[in-house]
């Protein structure tokens, strides 16, 4: 059925506002957005008179489904820490569609997210885009999102070097991580060299010795190749530019997570084009390396030119986005960075600009209506659609499908 989201304050991200207007919705994708447009016959309407519509927001770095709820033992499934090296781990396989937080998550006007491993190895394997609807991996996953999970900094080299074993510093992280891509890059040399003797092979000639297949290998590959993007976690400004180092040395395409002192580097990382998820914004300062946290950052990273998306690191309290984005406007963030940086930026980090984080005709109807401005504490999200399909209404009694 038709869906037409009408007399609401609607937030283009791309385009502009747009007062008293109306979202045209069919077949789960947006057909039209502006003021004036006819209502087809037989469509549901949802009135937002007073209301503000926005895309559904998206968290560019969580990990929901993975580190599962309740945060116990049994569904502490997001770190294979027996190895600093585990590329060959994928997300999906710990995700789980059943996670109680799913819903909360929903009606907090999330409709996607990055989900994923943490930060315990040095390498620690892919996480996937997905939208937080359907029952199984295979609704929720968005095909060809996954990217590659790395570390630097305390986590690994605590993990590690509490277990006697390298990494057990800094400067061990690194040469783990160069280590294992060099290794990837070995790999891909004698696939290439086989390759070429297939190709130059003639009748009766002996059959091209290909090498023997290596998983850790095969997922890096996918790096090097920038098929999937290299997600480092790095806080402090040395590992952030460690990282950055490492990516130009092995031409990866870079995301940094969390980006804790970025506002020290933020002209290195906007002039090499380095976008950074950035967040979570109510960390206490836990580790040496949030020393230096501040509020501020997210704006300072904006203003400079880099493209961010603000995250939350989080599994429920993924529902705690917009107010995260209220706390980096509070502290210097221009408003519309703020909003970009939960719709657009995040989809474009993700690979996802083209389908997801503006209202535009064409793009995937993942829509959040609010009941005032997103980013205020005491906003409500009142109605939440994705593709097309409304998962959660307020006013209409509808709440998020329990998965339970």
Known sequence: M???????KILTITRGTVEAGTVLIDKGKITAVDRDLAVP???????????????????AHCHICVFGEPWVWAHDDGNEMTN???????????????????????AAGVTTVFTGPGSGNVIGGTGVAIKLRGRTVEEMVIPGTEAMKMALGENPKKVFGDQKKMPS?????????REALVSAANYLEKFSQAEEEAEEKKEGSRRPKYPERDLRWEALARVLRREMKARIHAHRADDIMTAVRIAEEFGLDLVIEHAT????????????????????????????????????????????GVKVAIQVDESSNTRWLPVHCGMAVRHGMPEEDAFRAVTINAAEILGLGH??????????????????????????????????????????????????
Not at 45 to 51: H, K
Not at 85 to 106: A, C, E, M
Not at 283 to 303: C, D, Q, S, V, Y
Request: with cysteine.
């Open 2 to 8: 038709p869906v037409a989201i009408v007399n609401g």
């Open 41 to 59: 016959d037989g469509a549901r309407v949802i009135d937002a008179t007073g209301r503000w519509v926005t895309p559904g927001l998206i968290d």
């Open 84 to 106: 600093p090296l585990t590329p060959q781990v994928r997300g999906i396989d710990s995700l789980n569609p059943d996670d109680p937080s799913v819903p909360d998550v929903v």
């Open 169 to 177: 510093t800094r400067m061990g992280n690194a040469a783990v991580l």
């Open 261 to 304: 002192e970025g506002y020290r580097v933020a002209e290195q990382l906007a002039a090499r084009g380095v976008p950074c998820t950035v967040g979570p914004l109510h960390m206490a300062r836990f580790k040496m390396e949030l020393e230096k946290f501040t509020l501020e950052n997210p704006g300072i990273l904006a203003r400079a």
């Open 355 to 404: 389908r997801l984080g503006s209202l535009e005709a064409g793009k995937d109807a993942d829509i959040a209506i609010w009941d005032g401005h997103p980013f205020a504490t005491y906003t409500r999200c009142r109605t939440v659609i994705v593709d097309g399909e409304v998962l959660f209404d307020s006013d209409a009694g509808i709440r998020p499908r329990d998965p339970r």
